[in-house]
């Protein structure tokens, strides 16, 4: 392989490392500064109906939708559909580009008594993220109480959860939260005491501006000219 392929001369390398450093400072600003681009929506979901006690079941589909505006949150009796649905001590909150949910038990089998029908779980969806400058590529996630990466979880079947994906990105744009797949450990204060907090975080990668970009480029090419004439 010939010597100009292989590497790249030292002006025009110190160029490059200097091109590169000046757009990672860059994508980090952007990074800490992040937030979504506009309102999210939130679905609540659950084509096979509602249960109070595994046994008395409401068949009827639930789709219920609501907006959910950049660092705000959906609480019960907010005049929202999910928040006129959500029991006391539930809530979804926006923090930057990530989201805590507290999601508590619904019924007497210690599930939230929310139905899948089918491959279909009942579930929360999140639509609609956009973050300008970034691109979403994947999720991390917490069933840690209040919040942590570290402790205890209201979930008695966390392991299961996990494995099964109960965060799953369906899009750059989208994910999901299964919620009847959940089963809620007995705090020994009342089934109406037991929840599970989710933390969600989600993954991004740059994408540099078209005008970035073609400044790179432009500065990478004079770069090479400039090399070109030296060696002349």
Do not use: C, W
């Not at 994508?27 to 999210?40: C, E, M, R, T, W």
């Not at 949910?101 to 210690?110: E, I, K, M, W, Y």
């Not at 109480?145 to 369906?170: C, M, P, R, W, Y």
Request: glycine share 12%; net charge neutral.
């Amino acid at each position: 392989m010939s010597s100009h392929t292989a590497f790249a001369a030292p002006g025009l390398r110190t160029g490059l490392m200097h091109l590169a450093g000046l757009l990672a400072l860059s994508a980090a600003s952007l990074a800490h500064a992040a937030s979504y681009s506009g309102p999210l929506t939130v679905s609540l979901l659950a084509p096979g109906g509602i249960t109070s006690d595994g046994v008395s079941i409401d068949p009827t589909p639930l789709d219920l939708t609501q907006s959910l505006t950049p660092g705000a949150q959906i609480v019960p009796g907010d005049g929202g559909s999910i928040g006129g649905f959500m029991l006391p001590a539930e809530f979804i909150k926006n923090i930057g580009t990530g989201f805590q949910l507290r999601v508590s038990q619904g019924a007497s089998n210690g599930t939230t008594g929310y139905l899948g029908s089918g491959t279909q779980h009942a579930r929360y969806q999140f639509d609609g993220l956009s973050i300008a400058g970034f691109t979403i590529t994947g999720l991390s996630y917490s069933l840690k109480d209040n919040f942590l990466n570290t402790g205890t979880s209201g979930a008695s079947n966390e392991a299961a959860l996990i494995t099964g994906q109960v965060v799953k990105l369906l899009s750059p744009h989208s994910f999901e939260v299964t919620l009847d797949q959940i089963k809620f450990r007995d705090r020994g204060l009342g089934e109406s005491n037991n929840f599970v907090d989710f933390r969600i975080d989600v993954v991004t990668a740059a994408v540099p501006e078209p005008s970035t970009a073609i400044l790179a480029l432009l500065g990478v090419a004079m770069l090479g000219l400039r090399q070109r004439a030296s060696k002349r």
